[in-house]
C-alpha cells in the first residue's frame, strides 16, 4: 500500500479528531485508528503539529521549505569558495 502524504490541515483536522475521541474516553491507539493512522504516527505529528493552528503550520512549512534552499545554496557557495582559494593557491 502507497503511503499518504497529509497536508498540514489534514493533520491538524485529525489531531483535534483525535482530542475529541480522547475526551470521550477512548484510548489513544483507537483513536489513532479513527483517523486511519498508526500510534507512531500521530505521536510525531503530536511533536511536531501539536498546538498549532493551520496557518502557523502552513507557515512553518513554508520556512522549512525556505530554510533548505537557503542551506543549499550556502552549501554551494561554499564549495565555489572552496574551488577558488584551490585554483588561487596554484594547486590544482
Not at 17 to 25: D, L, P, R, S
Not at 48 to 71: M, T
Amino acid at each position: 500500500m502507497p503511503r499518504k502524504k497529509h497536508s498540514a490541515e489534514e493533520i491538524i483536522q485529525h489531531l483535534r479528531t483525535v482530542e475529541i475521541e480522547q475526551g470521550k474516553g477512548t484510548s489513544l491507539e483507537e483513536a489513532a485508528r479513527k483517523v486511519g493512522v498508526t500510534l507512531q504516527t500521530l505521536i510525531r505529528w503530536r511533536n511536531e503539529y501539536g498546538g498549532l493552528k493551520v496557518d502557523q503550520a502552513k507557515r512553518l512549512k513554508e520556512l522549512e521549505q525556505e530554510n533548505a534552499r537557503l542551506k543549499k545554496i550556502v552549501a554551494n557557495q561554499a564549495v565555489e569558495v572552496s574551488i577558488l582559494k584551490e585554483v588561487a593557491s596554484g594547486n590544482f
